[in-house]
């Protein structure tokens, strides 16, 4: 093991530590939890890394993401012509200039929402969540809703999630509701997956694979570090074993289509709403802030990332690079976050930095995802709102240190 894998393996001992501290250093957090944690972490991501069956399928997913952009790309073109990534009518003045992000790169959301539809009507889609389930109820000793929860932040949004066991959720416990919180801010969704993998790939070799691998690790993580925060209390109800099965949501797959068409140009919306604001409010904060102290928060960011950073296994001099990437996904959003990863041609990182940065942005640990969950899941539990509301920050730190776990774990098994 070279001197960087060593950091990264301490690094991930230390974040450990750090969600125990957080969390008041109890004492009612049994060891099977961290050690159920720390091992489906590592055995998931070096299975997927370094089993070669498993790396071939990490081909054959590059190839389904690149022919759904490929696909998209005829939609748009059809549609909006060479705004949509048609031939242009004048000659490209340099490389990626004929690009708009909203008519080229957002309508992905759209066919990835429809197609997720339809393999969750045909219930491939809920018999991965709930074998995926099994295993982290088993593992950690979740009630089934929790897990089930937990499991589908994988697949889906932090919202959809709990939507799938909102029967359940006024009776899980504050622990229950913070490890589902937690997951929700520390996975991505399946469509987003997609959209940030055509977006890396240039930097990333086998993007797509990666970011589920980051994805699929981060969920032991996520339980692990807020039980670490949040154990359950001896005044707590045993957790449910029966465990939440998915409920049917569409009644023919055409209804499927149509609405996972719908719930996309939602998503569509939103997220091109959400970085417009989120991305405005920043400048301007840094126009009144620069001037002032000479700093920005992507500087600020910087500094206090910069630990993080280091513990995931990234070498000093790259540190900072990587710790300002972290603070731009924090402030703004991971969206904008691999943006500039890709634009920038990787920010001069080494391919392992760059990969374990890649694995810590996978996660929607932002303000305004935030934001998003807590008036979704109080909607649906409006009686556990003051609870929700509560641990709504919390979860957003918890969510932090799960992805910046996730890289050093990555960071351990990968060779300098």
């Not at 140009?265 to 840094?286: D, E």
Request: proline letters at 6%.
């Amino acid at each position: 093991m070279s001197a960087l894998q060593l950091q990264s393996g301490l690094g991930l001992l230390a974040l450990t530590a750090l969600a125990w501290a957080l969390g008041g250093f109890h004492r009612r957090t049994p060891w099977r939890v961290v050690v159920a944690g720390l091992g489906l972490q590592v055995l998931i991501a070096a299975a997927l890394l370094h089993i070669p069956a498993l790396r071939a399928a990490f081909g054959l997913l590059g190839s389904a993401v690149n022919a759904l952009a490929s696909a998209t790309r005829a939609g748009t073109s059809f549609v909006f012509g060479y705004l949509g990534g048609g031939p242009l009518p004048f000659t490209e003045p340099f490389p990626g200039a004929g690009f708009i992000l909203f008519f080229q790169g957002l309508p992905l959301v759209l066919v990835v929402g429809a197609l997720a539809a339809v393999l969750y009507h045909w219930r491939v889609i809920p018999v991965i969540v709930e074998a995926l389930a099994k295993l982290l109820t088993r593992a950690f000793g979740l009630g089934g809703a929790a897990g089930f929860a937990t499991a589908a932040n994988v697949f889906v949004g932090m919202v959809e999630a709990p939507l799938l066991v909102r029967p359940w959720l006024a009776r899980l416990s504050i622990s229950e509701i913070f490890v589902v919180m937690t997951a929700g801010l520390a996975t991505i969704a399946g469509n987003m997956l997609v959209v940030y993998a055509v977006i890396i790939a240039p930097v990333v070799p086998d993007a797509a694979g990666q970011l589920l691998t980051a994805s699929l690790v981060s969920a032991p993580a996520a339980v692990l570090v807020a039980l670490l925060m949040r154990p359950r209390l001896p005044t707590d109800a045993a957790p449910e074993e029966q465990a939440a099965a998915a409920p049917r949501l569409y009644d023919s797959t055409m209804e499927a289509l149509v609405r996972g068409t719908q719930d996309g140009l939602t998503l569509l919306l939103g997220i091109m709403a959400t970085l417009i604001v989120f991305v405005a409010l920043v400048a301007l904060v840094n126009m009144a802030l620069e001037p002032l102290t000479g700093l920005t928060l992507q500087n600020i960011c910087a500094v206090l990332f910069w630990p993080l950073a280091y513990a995931m296994g990234i070498p000093a001099e790259s540190a900072a690079t990587v710790a300002a990437s972290l603070g731009t996904k924090t402030v703004v959003n991971e969206f904008v976050a691999y943006l500039e990863l890709a634009q920038s041609g990787g920010l001069g990182l080494s391919e392992r930095s760059r990969l374990i940065l890649t694995y810590a942005l996978c996660g929607f640990t932002n303000f305004a995802s935030v934001g998003i969950m807590l008036g979704g899941m109080v909607a649906m539990c409006p009686e556990r709102r003051a609870d929700i509301v509560k641990l709504g920050l919390p979860a957003l730190g918890a969510a932090t240190i799960a992805c910046c776990m996730t890289g050093a774990v990555v960071g351990m098994l990968t060779s300098p």
